[in-house]
């Protein structure tokens, strides 16, 4: 299965944009890109997702670089409730249980005032 | 909507004491899934369901766990008999999943289960 690789943790301060790099290497055609966070003693939440293009939603940019290789989750503007891990997931579609999420580690990022 | 909803939010039970826990997904989702939380190994996928029909269930730890979905609004879990390594936060989530379908997974506020 295709893997993602990324930073264990990450500082950025309030009011701040934060990238959050995510590099799969290994990703094939049919992988969309899926960015999860969990906010202390709280599930997991879906933040967004991507095949090949950019995506834009309320709380997050996805930017997917040109080979697909890699990409990076944007912040635009951190606040200290987005303090959380961040997980970049492969998803298979059309693959049955292939396309479950299956979590990493992650990154914990960290919001300073 | 009410989202996923989980019960209990917190479990405590003896070792070698029957444990359930449960799950109602979000309506009209298709599919739904138990996790495990660990600091250990952190989040692992259990068991899946698509239309009420276990699909996967190669990550159910051994014979003591058991899941069900009678109908498409509820769901079990259940230990059988619970053992401190047990102790864990569970996690249900509903998805629709389909062929054209990539939508996002919704997660409940997990259960959080002691064994002593």
């Known amino acids: 299965d295709a893997k993602t690789t990324q930073p264990n943790s990450m500082e950025s301060n309030e009011e701040e944009p934060v990238h959050l790099p995510c590099n799969h290497s290994t990703i094939s055609g049919t992988d969309y890109i899926h960015w999860y966070r969990q906010l202390p003693s709280q599930g997991p939440e879906y933040v967004i997702h991507g095949l090949t293009s950019n995506v834009n939603n309320r709380m997050a940019s996805l930017a997917i670089a040109e080979d697909r290789k890699s990409s990076t989750l944007i912040l635009h503007r951190a606040t200290l409730r987005d303090a959380a891990v961040y997980y970049c997931?492969?998803?298979?579609?059309?693959?049955?249980?292939?396309?479950?999420?299956?979590f990493g580690k992650g990154t914990k990022l960290s919001v300073k005032p | 909507d009410a989202g996923v909803i989980q019960s209990p939010r917190h479990e405590v039970t003896e070792m070698g004491q029957e444990v359930t826990l449960r799950c109602k997904p979000i309506s009209g989702h298709n599919s739904l899934f138990w996790y495990r939380q660990t600091m250990m190994r952190g989040l692992e996928l259990l068991i899946y369901?698509?239309?009420?029909?276990?699909?996967?269930d190669s990550g159910m730890p051994e014979d003591r766990f058991s899941a069900k979905m009678p109908n498409a609004s509820f769901s079990t879990l259940k230990i059988q008999p619970s053992e401190p390594r047990d102790s864990a936060v569970y996690f249900c989530a509903s998805s629709l999943v389909g062929a054209a379908a990539n939508y996002g997974y919704t997660f409940g506020s997990g259960t959080r289960l002691t064994v002593v």
């Open positions: 369901f698509n239309n009420n029909v276990p699909i996967d």
């Open positions: 997931i492969l998803r298979a579609l059309n693959r049955g249980s292939q396309g479950n999420l299956i």
